[in-house]
């Protein structure tokens, strides 16, 4: 698997599990209407925040990651980060790479930590993960987030020191 810079071009083959993910309405809090144009601008980050994609050797996109500054001012020494993971790809490391690959970016570029804000706590998988490379719960917002199936759920805020 390779995890390069992504170009407008790689939008077309994103979409497709962008759009599925989102309008299940299960893990983000992005609107489930999400139009096209609208998620590209903002999924696709431009300098110096930066958006990725996991390739395979035939160059199929098996996921994606956006990362960038989490809070202003005196505040931008903390890093965020978004993934999206093609559901057909689940389960073959390619969140856990896209994790690793934005905590080295984050480093790299000067963050002190990296803060997640509104990690539904039913993705499990998620939760799972995101503790696994060194991520804590800080809180959970109670009630935070409208799951379709489970219904009002908590909104985790994760945390990890880089």
């Known amino acids: 698997m390779l995890i390069r810079e992504a170009t407008r071009e790689d939008w077309a083959a994103i979409w497709p599990f962008f759009h599925g993910i989102v309008a299940a309405g299960e893990t983000f809090t992005y609107p489930t209407d999400l139009g096209e144009d609208e ?17 395979d050797g035939t160059g199929t996109v098996l996921g ?11 505040g931008g020494h903390i890093a965020g980060a978004s993934y999206m993971v093609d559901p057909a790809c689940s389960g073959r490391g390619v969140g856990r790479a896209l ?9 790299t570029a000067g963050y002190r930590a990296m ?9 499990t998988y998620a939760v799972k993960l995101y503790e696994s490379l ?3 719960v800080l809180g959970t917002l109670p009630e ?6 489970h219904g009002y759920v908590g909104l985790h805020i994760m945390h990890r020191a880089l």
């Open 39 to 55: 998620a590209r601008d903002w999924w696709l980050l431009a300098p110096p925040h930066r958006t990725v994609v996991a390739v």
């Open 64 to 74: 994606t990651a956006k990362m960038n500054r989490n809070h202003l001012g005196n």
């Open 134 to 136: 060194g991520f804590t």
């Open 115 to 123: 803060q997640f804000n509104a990690v539904v706590e039913t993705n």
């Open 144 to 149: 935070g987030f409208r799951h379709p199936a």
């Open 99 to 107: 994790c690793a690959y934005s905590l080295e970016w984050a480093r």
